[in-house]
T-cell receptor
Framework: QQQVKQSPQSLIVQKGGISIINCAYE??????FPWYQQFPGKGPALLIA?????SEKKEGRFTISFNKSAKQFSLHIMDSQPGDSATYFC???????????FGEGTQLTVNP | GAVVSQHPSWVICKSGTSVKIECRSL??????MFWYRQFPKQSLMLMAT?????????EQGVEKDKFLINHASLTLSTLTVTSAHPEDSSFYIC?????????????FGPGTRLTVL
C-alpha cells in the first residue's frame, strides 16, 4: 500500500516533443506529490509538486496532472530539450508523515 | 529553493576504515534530515531519519552500528560508515526537510560517492 508505481522505466523523445511519465499509488493518505529530476552523479532536485486540492499545476514547460479518483498523477514536459535528459522520480507523502515514498524512476533521453 | 550541501563529494577508503559524510542545510534550519542510499539505475532507498537532538530512526534492515547518524545541530547531520567493506560502496544522499508554515519540502544534497577498496 506504500508503493508508488512509475512508468515507463525509460523514455526516448525527439527534441520539441512531449515527454509523459506516469505514477500510480494506493495509499489514500498520500496528499503531497513531488517530482524530482536527477542527473548522473548528482542528487535529486525538486522540479515541481502538487497537492490534491488541484488537478493540474504548471511551471514553465513542466506540468503535473493529478487524478484523485484514479489515484494517478503524471508529469508532462512540453517542448522537450536535450538538457532535459535525466532520471525523473515521482514521490508521495502523507501530511502526517515525514518520509517520501519514491517511484522506481524513469530515464528520459531527448534526442537532438 | 533551499540549498543542502554534502561533504565530501567522493571518497575512496580501504576496507576496515570508517568514513564520515556531512550534510548541511545552508540557508534554513532542518529539525529532520534523511539519509538515502542509491545503487546504479535504481531508486533512492531510505536508510534512516535523523532528528535534531534525538536518536535516528533506522529503516528495517539497516544496521545501526554500521551506519552511525548524528544530528547535533539544526543545520548539520553526519553519517559515519564504520568498518567499511566493499559492499558498502554506493552513492549516499542526504536530504533536509524545510517547513513553510504547515507544509514541508525535502531538498536533497548533491550526494557522496563512497568506494571501499
Amino acid at each position: 500500500q506504500q508503493q508508488v508505481k512509475q512508468s515507463p522505466q525509460s523514455l526516448i523523445v525527439q527534441k520539441g516533443g512531449i515527454s509523459i511519465i506516469n505514477c500510480a499509488y494506493e495509499n489514500t493518505a498520500f496528499d503531497y506529490f513531488p517530482w524530482y529530476q536527477q542527473f548522473p552523479g548528482k542528487g535529486p532536485a525538486l522540479l515541481i509538486a502538487i497537492r490534491p486540492d488541484v488537478s493540474e499545476k504548471k511551471e514553465g514547460r513542466f506540468t503535473i496532472s493529478f487524478n484523485k479518483s484514479a489515484k494517478q498523477f503524471s508529469l508532462h514536459i512540453m517542448d522537450s530539450q536535450p538538457g532535459d535528459s535525466a532520471t525523473y522520480f515521482c514521490a508521495a507523502k502523507e501530511t502526517s508523515g515525514s518520509r517520501l515514498t519514491f517511484g522506481e524512476g524513469t530515464q528520459l533521453t531527448v534526442n537532438p | 529553493g533551499a540549498v543542502v550541501s554534502q561533504h565530501p563529494s567522493w571518497v575512496i577508503c580501504k576496507s576496515g576504515t570508517s568514513v564520515k559524510i556531512e550534510c548541511r542545510s545552508l540557508d534554513f534550519q532542518a529539525t529532520t534530515m534523511f539519509w538515502y542510499r542509491q545503487f546504479p539505475k535504481q531508486s533512492l532507498m531510505l536508510m534512516a531519519t535523523s532528528n535534531e537532538g534525538s536518536k535516528a530512526t533506522y529503516e528495517q534492515g539497516v544496521e545501526k552500528d554500521k551506519f552511525l547518524i548524528n544530528h547535533a545541530s539544526l543545520t548539520l547531520s553526519t553519517l559515519t560508515v564504520t568498518s567499511a567493506h566493499p559492499e558498502d560502496s554506493s552513492f549516499y544522499i542526504c536530504s533536509a526537510r524545510e517547513w513553510e508554515g504547515l507544509t514541508d519540502t525535502q531538498y536533497f544534497g548533491p550526494g557522496t560517492r563512497l568506494t571501499v577498496l
